[in-house]
């Protein structure tokens, strides 16, 4: 893990519209969604941010924290949202490192718990999530799996 470095987008601001195209490469929200919270979260209208591990200048895992991820509970907010790691930096720590860092973050902030929707079964309880319920996803037929993190 020591090669890859950890930021905040507030570090590096100059990586907005590439960090927008990539996280619109990985999920298909539209880059202007991205873009326009991004414009928030730099211009200090939110501590809603956006965190990013970088190989050299690539990106390589990113995630973002949202009021609400296309979900029906409005009132468990904030969200983490689009965690990805590229496939070639899979199983070196990268997503959990992104999620302590972030969780740090908003703690540091006031801002607790945090809340995330997925598919995943045991995967966030390595990172100390917890599950916390099913929650219907924006247009989805089946529930979703909620997790939180006080």
């Not at 996280?23 to 939110?46: D, I």
């Not at 609400?68 to 990268?94: M, Q, S, W």
């Not at 809340?115 to 989805?140: A, K, N, P």
Request: with cysteine; charged share 30%.
């Amino acid at each position: 893990m020591s090669e890859y470095k950890y930021i905040t987008l507030r570090e590096k601001p100059q990586l907005k519209d590439r960090a927008a195209e990539w996280f619109h490469s990985k999920w298909g929200v539209p880059q202007e969604a991205y873009l326009e919270c991004m414009e928030s979260y730099l211009n200090r209208e939110t501590e809603y941010g956006w965190y990013l591990c970088l190989n050299d200048d690539k990106i390589i895992g990113g995630l973002g924290v949202i009021e609400n991820d296309f979900h029906d509970r409005k009132d468990l907010t904030p969200n983490v949202c689009a965690l990805y790691t590229e496939k070639e930096y899979r199983c070196k720590g990268i997503a959990g490192h992104l999620l302590n860092m972030v969780a740090d973050d908003l703690k540091a902030k006031g801002i607790t718990p945090i809340y995330l929707i997925t598919d995943h079964t045991s995967f966030y309880e390595r990172y100390g999530w917890e599950f916390f319920c099913m929650v219907q996803g924006d247009d989805e037929p089946c529930m979703t799996r909620m997790y939180v993190r006080r």
